[in-house]
């Protein structure tokens, strides 16, 4: 029998900047034995050139020409035979302009001290993490007892346990949350099914990540991950306490932002809100994530209960940068902070809603 070891798998498309820095850091961060899978869908060979002539210790495995969607290249890697004896498996964003070897090191040694899942804690700048800040983060809380800074950070680490599991749920998924997962609701998938395994930890780093803007991203982010997060919470019992250890758990990295780059994004914000549209303001964030998840909770399919949260969404991020550009790092922490204790109120307090 072979000897276990540890892997790394690095998706990526179409970004041949950064993936010799990622497989470096990668590297330098496992030890003897270990093997780097390069999970690519790129529309050119650059990405992939570069991995292949990127020098390394560990043995490396080349997957090209994978369908597009980081969950269907991550799971790809998950099932190659290569990967059968890992006992940690690292999966690093391969659009991080700084990657960090040290970072790399403690997220697998958090899983071989025992945790079936970990991942990177970074501070995020106060327009930055929308989905993680407003919804991802709190709903995670609320349902699970599992308070997790950046859920949906991309630098992660898991179990051998977790990984089997994490293949098998992914086979058994009905079609319309299989695509989900396909794209960028595997981060959400990984996490919580990883979940119910054993303890879930966070690294932080110091410094927020450097990689490019997810913002123009955002209505598919939202419509792969969200119906994920609401299928994997929405049949949970809610613990009975406010989950938030720290007050001031929220790091909201400062920054002044162009006045022409805001106004871009509210308009962009702007033109994407379904119409007519009606805000239904008795109704404020985050309580439409609550209706949105006791929705699927009484048998709405997620992928539904996603599209009516949707505009919700859209208005309160549009809120968030109207205000939160005159507020002081601290104001918005704390205002991050009282909306993820409220979620949580909302969801175990019986008769809050009404």
Same mark, same amino acid.
């Given at each position: ?41 790129? *529309? ?54 700084t990657p960090d070897p040290a970072l790399y090191r403690a997220l697998l040694d958090q899983v071989r001290d025992g945790a ?13 993490? @929308? ?32 990984? *089997? ?33 054993g303890p879930v930890t966070s690294v932080r780093a110091d410094e927020p990540k450097r990689h490019a803007a997810s913002f ?36 909201? *990295? *400062? ?15 702007? @033109? ?24 699927? @909770? ?26 939160a550009q005159h507020a002081t790092a601290q104001h918005r922490a704390d205002q991050l902070a009282a909306a993820h204790v409220?979620? @949580? ?10």
């Open positions: 029998m072979s000897r276990p070891f540890t892997a790394a798998i690095l998706p990526s498309r179409n970004e041949p900047a950064t993936i010799a820095a990622v497989t470096t850091a990668a590297d330098q961060a496992m030890g003897e034995g270990a093997v780097i899978v390069h999970a690519d869908s790129s *529309d050119t060979p650059d990405t992939a050139d570069r991995f292949a002539t990127t020098p390394t210790r560990a043995g490396k495995v080349a997957l090209t020409g994978l369908r597009r969607g980081k969950g269907a290249q991550i799971l790809a890697a998950l099932r190659r035979p290569e990967l059968a004896g890992a006992e940690t498996v690292l999966i690093a964003d391969t659009d991080t302009r079936a899942f970990a991942i990177a804690d970074y501070p995020r700048h106060w327009d930055e993490a @929308n989905l993680t800040n407003h919804l991802a983060r709190p709903l995670i809380a609320a349902t699970t007892g599992h308070d997790v800074p950046q859920p949906l950070a991309g630098d992660l680490a898991l179990s051998r346990r977790a990984l *089997d599991t994490v293949t098998r749920a992914a086979a058994e998924l009905p079609p319309d949350l299989a695509r989900c997962v396909d794209g960028y609701g595997i981060d959400a998938f990984l996490l919580l099914t990883a979940a119910g395994l123009p991203h955002l209505p598919v982010i939202f419509q792969q991950a969200v119906p994920v997060l609401l299928h994997l919470t929405a049949h949970r019992t809610p613990p009975p306490a406010p989950i938030l250890d720290d007050p001031g758990a929220y790091r909201t *990295d *400062d920054r002044v932002l162009a006045p022409d780059r805001l106004t871009g994004m509210l308009t962009t914000l702007a @033109n994407l809100t379904p119409g007519p549209h009606r805000y239904d303001d008795e109704r404020p964030w985050p309580l439409p994530a609550a209706d949105a998840w006791r929705a699927v @909770n009484s048998g709405t399919p997620p992928t539904e209960a996603a599209d009516r949260l949707w505009p919700h969404y859209l208005h309160r991020v549009h809120d968030w940068l109207t205000c409220r979620l @949580n109120t909302d969801l175990t307090t019986p008769g809050v809603s009404t």
